[in-house]
Every structure is written in structure tokens, then in C-alpha cells.
Antibody, heavy 121, light 111 residues
Framework: QLQLQESGPGLVKPSETLSLTCTVS??????????WGWLRQPPGKGLEWIGS???????FFNPSLKSRVTISVDTSKNQFSLKLPSVTAADTAVYYCARHGGGGWTIFDFWGQGTVVTVSS | QSALTQPASVSGSPGQSITISCTGTSSDVGGSDYVSWYQHHPGNAPKLMIYDVTNRPSGVSDRFSGSKSGNTASLTISGLQAEDEADYYCTSYTNSDTLCVFGTGTKVTVL
């Protein structure tokens, strides 16, 4: 069974960089026709897709975050990562990683449990 | 690119049926057969309930069904149960330079 697990600091200071890693187990990140994605849910708000990356490094992003986000993949470690610089309180959220696939790229079928990131000094 | 529009809340009594709408444009919902629905209980990871407009993943109750007409997709929950109380999100393929677009989310309350 495929499993995903987010890791990273739970507290980030304003203006610093949020960095999270998703470790995939039970399957190879290099196999199959899948992207690997990041999503988040700020407190009291809806779920937001941040972006997704293929095992060859090709990435797509939510247009509203595209200018700020970096997503990378390390196939040797079966991991992919998110970097969000210059964070503000608005970036406080539960962050999820997920496998992203389907014919129309609307299927997120395996998810991490989510990690809470708070932006505060 | 705008998020797909969902009603903020929908409610129903146990045993009733409710329908959640997801309205987009001809560039997303109206132009593809790729709409998915997710159930999200706070504190848990979201769960895929419907994909490709009408298909249910293995293990999802047949009380959940999906449909689409024009630029609006819909999720119907029949025989509403207390455990169905959650947030629901739609997502659609989009022909813009990105992979997908999400809905604004709907809170389902079982009265």
C-alpha cells in the first residue's frame, strides 16, 4: 500500500522560507504516470492545490502561487519537496502531499496525513 | 483562473438526498469529462469519492453519485447519514496552463 508522509518545521517565522518534504513508501515515485502534489488548507478556508511535479522534474502550479513556489523531486530518496519563501500569516495551513493522477489530472488518490505549519514570530 | 463555484453549505435530514453543485466554465467543467469529488473530515486527509464525473473508487458507498450538465457538475448523496457530515470539494481538468482547478468547498450538515 502506497504511503506518503510529510515532514518539516511546524513553526516558521514571517519572511522566512517554508520547507516541507514528502516521503513516499510502498511504491516508487518513478513508476507510473503520476504527478506528486502539494495541497493546503488554511484555517477556516477551503482546500487549495499548490502544485505538482512529475518524476522528471516537470512541474505545474496553481497560478495564484506560481511566482512563489518551488517544488522539487529526488527520485533516489523517493521524496519530493515544497519551498515557499517569504511566508506570511496567510501561509499558515495544514499542508498535504498526495499522488496526483488520472486522465484529466483531477485524481489525488493517496494522501499524507497532513502537517500543520504556523507562520508566527 | 478562478476557483469552481460551490454552495457554501448544504444540509439535510438523515435518510434524505442532497445535491452539491460545482459550477465552472467551458474551459474546465463544461469542456471535459474529468471532474472529481473529495470528502474531507477535519483532521483527516481528504478522500476521493467520485472521479471522471460519475465513477466511484472501490470502497466508496453507492449512496454517492456524480453527474454533469453543461458547465455544472453535481454530487448527490442519497440516504444521508451522520457520517456524511463533512466538507466536499470538486476539482476539474482545465485547458489553461495548469493541471487542475478546485472548487470553493461545501460544508454538508446532517440535521
Amino acid at each position: 500500500q502506497l504511503q506518503l508522509q510529510e515532514s518539516g518545521p511546524g513553526l516558521v517565522k514571517p519572511s522566512e522560507t517554508l520547507s516541507l518534504t514528502c516521503t513516499v513508501s510502498g511504491g516508487s515515485i518513478s513508476r507510473g504516470t503520476y504527478y506528486w502534489g502539494w495541497l493546503r488548507q488554511p484555517p477556516g478556508k477551503g482546500l487549495e492545490w499548490i502544485g505538482s511535479i512529475y518524476n522528471n522534474g516537470r512541474a505545474f502550479f496553481n497560478p495564484s502561487l506560481k511566482s512563489r513556489v518551488t517544488i522539487s523531486v529526488d527520485t533516489s530518496k523517493n521524496q519530493f519537496s515544497l519551498k515557499l519563501p517569504s511566508v506570511t500569516a496567510a501561509d499558515t495551513a495544514v499542508y498535504y502531499c498526495a499522488r496526483h493522477g488520472g486522465g484529466g489530472w483531477t485524481i489525488f488518490d493517496f494522501w499524507g496525513q497532513g502537517t500543520v505549519v504556523t507562520v508566527s514570530s | 483562473q478562478s476557483a469552481l463555484t460551490q454552495p457554501a453549505s448544504v444540509s439535510g435530514s438523515p435518510g434524505q438526498s442532497i445535491t452539491i453543485s460545482c459550477t465552472g466554465t467551458s474551459s474546465d467543467v463544461g469542456g471535459s469529462d474529468y471532474v472529481s469529488w473529495y470528502q474531507h473530515h477535519p483532521g483527516n486527509a481528504p478522500k476521493l469519492m467520485i472521479y471522471d464525473v460519475t465513477n466511484r473508487p472501490s470502497g466508496v458507498s453507492d449512496r454517492f453519485s456524480g453527474s454533469k450538465s453543461g458547465n455544472t457538475a453535481s454530487l448527490t448523496i442519497s440516504g444521508l447519514q451522520a457520517e456524511d457530515e463533512a466538507d466536499y470539494y470538486c476539482t476539474s481538468y482545465t485547458n489553461s496552463d495548469t493541471l487542475c482547478v478546485f472548487g470553493t468547498g461545501t460544508k454538508v450538515t446532517v440535521l
